[in-house]
């Protein structure tokens, strides 16, 4: 009987070693995927403007409405939302066409006007504003494309 019993502790050992090997190689994996997903963003083809530093620039640029897009290299709900959002093909057309986009990096120490005018306290923050610099319409945090398409969308109602 003892030669059972321990057969049976050294398979049961071994099976749970398997079971630990198993585990932290897919811990691994997932964990690389996720790393990934959160670091990942394509390049796209809207005309971003990172020039504009202060409100006095922001109203002389265009005549045309501007989306302000308040984010920074750490930021992974921006990074999600650069590559759900913004790398979208009906997203980029129509935000070439209807807005000015402005994307606004907070750790850049020039555009600190910027970010203090409309008091960023988070990133990712989303602005639409007119031609004099007023706030139209705003998301603070990450947003899906659906509901970054209704801002868009309520542009028209506006005007």
């Known amino acids: 009987m003892k030669k059972v019993t321990h057969l049976s502790f050294k398979h049961s050992k071994t099976l749970s070693q398997l079971f630990w090997k198993w585990f932290w190689l897919t811990f691994l994996v997932v964990s690389l995927a996720y790393a990934w997903y959160s670091f990942y963003v394509p390049s796209n083809d809207v005309a971003w403007d990172n020039r504009i530093t202060s409100t006095e620039m922001l109203t002389k640029q265009t005549n045309k409405n501007t989306l302000l897009f308040f984010t920074t290299d750490w930021c992974v709900p921006c990074r999600i ?79």
């Open 81 to 159: 939302m650069k590559r759900n959002v913004f790398a979208d093909k009906a997203v980029m057309q129509r935000v070439n066409k209807e807005v000015t986009p402005v994307m606004v990096d907070i750790n850049n120490p020039n555009t600190k006007e910027l970010v203090t005018h409309y008091q960023i306290g988070a990133t990712p923050t989303t602005i639409l504003v007119d031609t004099e610099g007023t706030v139209l319409d705003y998301a603070v945090g990450k947003i899906e494309k659906k509901k970054f398409l209704e801002m868009l969308n309520n542009l028209n109602t506006i005007k």
